[in-house]
């Protein structure tokens, strides 16, 4: 198993640009998770999904959008790219919403917006 | 708000011993703890849940103070390996929800030879 995957690595926008992030698991997990991490800082949640076709908001969404239009596969969207959103952003699943499952992380992106 | 961690950072000589501490002013659910090495994604350390049930690595120890809303992680004779930042996850019992967690400050730990 490959587990969480995140295409790509490293990425540098111009402010107003826009992106997808990629993420992809193989696991069969339910659930997925989009993270921003600032330097120096915990990881904050910007969207999470419980299933194909359903998604939720979570501490910090704006700017961002996101679909799941398949149980592998969970992209993050970034409209109109701002210096703010420079960050490491994090995918992650777990099996399903049981506070006793672990979640599971890709190997992150990290954006730089000038 | 996010829960606050304690210390935010502390240095080990191997073979000592540290506890790191996780408050927050929520009624939590679970307490989860990962470690993030540096420029790597963050690794499932222990959950600890509400009542009692504990589920993590064998040679991992932590605590879960219901009452108090607080969690400790108990790292007994370091190695090396054991650097990195710690983090606690926690989801709370009024918005907590598919394991929604929130993270907290990070505790910075560097163990030296």
Same mark, same amino acid.
């Not at chain 1, 959008?65 to 960050?87: G, I, K, M, W, Y």
């Not at chain 2, 040679?59 to 992680?73: C, G, R, V, Y």
């Given at each position: ?28 997990? *339910? ?6 991490? #600032?330097?120096?800082?915990? &990881?904050? @949640?910007?969207?999470? +999904? ?14 961002? *959008? ?6 592998? #596969?969970?992209?993050?969207? &970034?409209? @109109?790219?701002?210096? +703010? ?30 | ?113």
């Amino acid at each position: 198993n490959a587990g969480v995957t995140q295409t790509p690595k490293f990425r540098i926008l111009k402010i107003g640009q826009s992106m997808t992030l990629q993420c992809t698991q193989d696991m069969n997990h *339910n659930y997925m998770y989009w993270y921003r991490q #600032d330097p120096g800082m915990g &990881l904050k @949640l910007i969207y999470y +999904s419980v299933g194909a076709g359903i998604t939720d908001k979570g501490e910090v969404p704006n700017g961002y *959008n996101v679909s799941r239009s398949t149980t592998e #596969d969970f992209p993050l969207r &970034l409209e @109109l790219a701002a210096p +703010s959103q420079t960050s490491v952003y994090f995918c992650a699943s777990s099996l399903d919403g049981s506070s006793y499952n672990e979640q599971f992380f890709g190997p992150g992106t990290r954006l730089t917006v000038l | 708000q996010q829960p606050v961690q304690s210390p935010q950072a502390v240095i080990l000589r191997e073979g000592e011993d540290a506890v790191i501490n996780c408050s927050s002013s929520k009624a939590l659910y679970s307490v989860h703890w990962y470690r993030q090495k540096h420029g790597e994604a963050p690794v499932f350390l222990m959950i600890l849940l509400k009542g009692g049930e504990q589920k993590g690595h064998e040679k991992i120890s932590a605590s879960f103070n219901e009452k108090k809303q607080q969690s400790s992680l108990y790292l007994t004779a370091s190695q090396l390996s054991y650097s990195g930042t710690y983090f606690c996850g926690t989801v709370d019992i009024l918005t907590g929800g598919g394991n929604k967690l929130t993270f907290g400050t990070g505790t910075q730990l560097k163990v030296e030879l």
